[in-house]
Each structure stands twice: as C-alpha cells, then as structure tokens.
C-alpha cells in the first residue's frame, strides 16, 4: 500500500474548546517542550509486535507507521463561548495551573476560538454569544468551510483533521434529510430541525475533504448521507463517543464474563460528574443520546440469541448525576451481578475513580494523528480500525459494531501491520512447536 509521507503540517482543528480540548491541546504543547509524558496515547507509548516471536521486532507504532510529529501539529478551534484555550482550560480545572498552564501561557492564549455554529435548542444548558450569523444552515456550514480553507492557508497547513469535542447535542434519529445529498444540502436551505450543528461541521469537512472523527455521541457523521460523501469524495470518517472511564471498563470486564462462561443478571452503572459536560448532560435530551450510546454495548458483547441461559435476562441501568463539587474528577461506580456454577450468584463492585478529560485527550490525539494516516493511505468512509476508540463505533451495513477493547487493540495493530506489509499476527503460535520438534 502506498502511504504518502507526513510532509509539512498537520491542522487539528477541534469543535468545542472545552476540558477535553484544552486538557489535549495544553497537553501535547507540554508533551513537545519535554515537560510531561504523552501517557494513554497508544501512537506516541505503544510498541506493535512484528513478525515470529523469535523474530524479536518490536518497534513503536510511531517508528512504524508515518504518523505526523507532534511539532507539527497546529491547532485552532470553534466555540460559542469566547474563552481562549487558557481562560478556557483554567476554567476546566482539569490541568494544575503552575505546572502545566502558566509555562506555557502566551501559546495556550493565542488560541482563541473562532465562532461557533450553535443553536441552544440543541443544548439547553449552555449560552453562546460567539455565534456565527446566517440566512439558513446552508450559509453557515459554507462559513465553516471558509474558516478551515483560511486557516490552512495563514497557518502554512499541509492537511486537515477534525475533532467533534464540543458537547452532546439532543437525541435524533436519522430521517429523511439524512438519506442523501440533495436531500440534507435542501433541509439546509429550510433551516430543517433535523439538521442539528454538528452534521454542519461534518458536511462542511467532508466537503472539503478533510477527515472527521466525532467524540460525542450525536450522530453527526452515523448517517447515511455522511457514509455516501465521505465514500465519493475519498475521506475518512469515524464515530462516535470517545470511550474512556465506565464504558472503557464494561467493554473489558463483560468480554471476560463471556470468556469464561460466567453469567449476567445485571449491571448497575451510575456516575456523578461536576464539570460542564455533566451540566450538559444533566438536561434529559441531551442524557438520552449519551444513555444509548453507554447501553448498546453490553447486548453486543454478549449475544444474548446465542446464550439466553447466561445473558437473556440482563438488567442494565445507567445513570450519569451532575455534581458540581467533584468537577472534571467523575466517581463511576458499578455494581455488578454475576452468577457460576449451578447459577450460584456472586457480585463485582468497581469503583473508578477518573478524571474524563485526562483519559479523552490521549484519544483526541490518536484519532488525530490516525485520521491523518488514514487519509494518506488512501483509506476513505468508515474506519472500523479505530473502533478501539469509540463508545459506539461505526460500522458497514450488514455488520455489526466490536465492542471488546482487545479485539478492537487487535484489529488496530493488525491494520497497521497490513497498511506496512507486514504479517498478520493470528496467535497461532504453533509453529513454534513445530520447529522445537525438528
Ligand atoms: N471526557 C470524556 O471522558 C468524554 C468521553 C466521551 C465523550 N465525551 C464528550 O466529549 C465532549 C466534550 O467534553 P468536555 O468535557 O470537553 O465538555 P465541555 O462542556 O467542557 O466542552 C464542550 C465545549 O463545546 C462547546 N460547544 C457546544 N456546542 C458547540 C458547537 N455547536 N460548536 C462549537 N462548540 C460547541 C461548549 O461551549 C464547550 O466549551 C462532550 O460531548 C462529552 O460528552 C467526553
């Protein structure tokens, strides 16, 4: 496969500069003046096993595969709110103030956002004042366009990637606008309902053929009208919901119950969340599109029509609570009961104590760096690769979505031994014993 060098610079450009993008961006400027350590970020810590064990080939995946160098990121963002990234990240108070902010003060303030397309019927709890002004949805999403052709050219970019960190809009379901071009370019002109701001940002990406990964749960690029673009006009695309803290661990746990054959009467998930996404979240429209997308993976896991003795009958809860005084630092508790031998029950509690922004940013920088690689090599529409990343992944019709995180790590590694030409790694293993014996 040819895969095109990592030549010149790479713009990241983020919608919504909140804890999760300044907690990134904050992070890789302190990563790049040797400060801190990119920890969570399987591009720049992970090795990739290549070849027989005996072969002893273990580079690390950025040595590997062409990834873009960290100092060539650029970065630039869009939010209704008008913070800079460092008013923005104090604000947060994801990222202590001394050791990680005021170093690098003058940098994080040059990064100020530019207007939003936002309409608070999409998010209730939030007022934007740094909003862009238009006839209809149309007109905005070809000032987006302009925004990233600007921005390319006055920063000297090379390529593109865009993020979706911004926040979790009101639950919708794809509907007749989503189904085609035509269609969803009219619903624009008609300032349609159905066209919520994130499918703008998506549209006006693809548009301009730059990839688009979405770390909220809205569907944004899930729709068939995005699938079809980002397949005509050769350009990745990739959703949704960043997984990190409780799903992150349900998505490891529950493939191990399954391993063993261990049975699932319920799993009570509830989390409390004091930061501005847990506001967000705290209005019931917005909670319905992060409750689906934080449900669908325990069924997919466990194929209930192929086990209903172990897992016909699971109860499964999930509950997020707004608190502000735990602030970006979430308390994810589960409760879980299992049942063995004979249907003897036993309980699991898990306990997490997190911090969301400090696990997203690592998988905003990976999906950055990916997309771009994936975009180099030619790889266009869903990237069923990067699934390892995302809550609810997205994937080709006909299939259905890989949950379980070391099958999601393997499809990954394998993808990016296939991209180079290397072997596939099966875990046979038999070979070895095989040539022990001659
Ligand atoms: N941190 C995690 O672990 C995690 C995991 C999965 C998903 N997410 C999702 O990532 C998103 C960001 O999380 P956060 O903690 O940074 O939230 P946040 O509230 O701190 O930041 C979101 C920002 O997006 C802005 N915004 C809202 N609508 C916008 C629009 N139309 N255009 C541009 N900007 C817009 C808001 O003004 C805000 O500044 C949320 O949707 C969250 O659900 C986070």
């Known amino acids: 496969m040819e895969i095109d060098a990592a030549n010149g610079k790479l713009g990241v450009m983020l919608v919504g500069l909140g804890a999760v993008a300044t907690t990134f961006i904050a992070g890789v400027e302190n990563v790049r003046r040797g400060r801190a350590l990119p920890i969570g970020s399987l591009s720049q810590m992970a090795t990739i096993r290549l070849g027989k064990r005996t072969e002893k080939r273990m580079p690390k995946i950025k040595e590997f595969v062409p990834l873009a160098d960290l100092n060539d990121l650029v970065f630039a963002a869009w939010d209704p709110i008008p913070d800079d990234a460092y008013t923005a990240a104090l604000k947060a108070g994801v990222l202590d103030q001394h050791e990680h902010l005021e170093p690098i003060k003058p940098f994080l303030q040059s990064i100020k956002p530019m207007p939003a397309v936002f309409d608070q019927y999409y998010v209730k709890r939030l007022h934007g004042t740094n909003v862009k002004r238009g006839k209809n949805k149309r007109e905005l999403a070809e000032q987006l366009r302009e925004d990233m052709r600007n921005f390319k050219q006055s920063a000297k970019l090379d390529r593109l990637v865009v993020v979706w960190c911004a926040s979790t809009e009101v639950f919708l379901t794809p509907g007749p606008a989503h189904q085609s071009l035509a269609a969803f370019e009219t619903a624009m002109e008609q300032n349609d309902q159905s066209i919520a701001p994130s499918m703008i940002y998506a549209y006006a990406a693809l548009m301009e053929n730059i990839p688009f990964a979405n770390g909220a749960p809205n569907l944004t690029v899930d729709l068939p009208v995005m699938e079809r673009l980002a397949e005509e006009r050769h350009v990745p695309i990739g959703g949704k919901d960043f997984k990190t803290g409780q799903t992150m661990m349900k998505s490891v746990l529950a493939p191990a119950f399954k391993a063993r054959m261990l049975g699932l009467s319920g799993w009570y998930s509830t989390n409390i969340l004091g930061n501005r996404d847990g506001e967000v979240l705290d209005d019931p429209e917005s909670f319905k ?35 502000p005084p735990r602030g970006d630092n979430k308390e994810g508790w589960d409760n879980i009961d299992i049942f063995g031998w004979l249907g003897y029950p036993m309980q699991i509690k898990v306990d997490f104590l997190c911090r969301d922004s400090i696990l997203a940013a690592p998988i905003v920088l990976d999906l950055a760096l990916f997309f771009d690689l994936a975009a180099r090599a030619g790889l266009s529409g869903i990237q069923e690769w990067l699934s390892f990343y995302f809550k609810s992944p997205q994937f080709a019709q006909g299939l259905y979505a890989e949950h379980d995180l070391f099958i999601q790590q393997t499809k990954l590694k394998n993808t990016l031994r296939w991209m180079m030409g290397e072997e596939q790694i099966t875990h046979l293993g038999i070979e070895y014993y095989e040539y022990a014996e001659k």
């Open 289 to 323: 599109t992060k409750e689906e997308s934080k449900l669908g993976l325990l069924e997919h896991i466990l194929q209930p029509e192929l086990y209903p003795e172990l897992y016909g009958k699971v109860y499964h809860k999930v509950r997020i609570n707004y608190y």
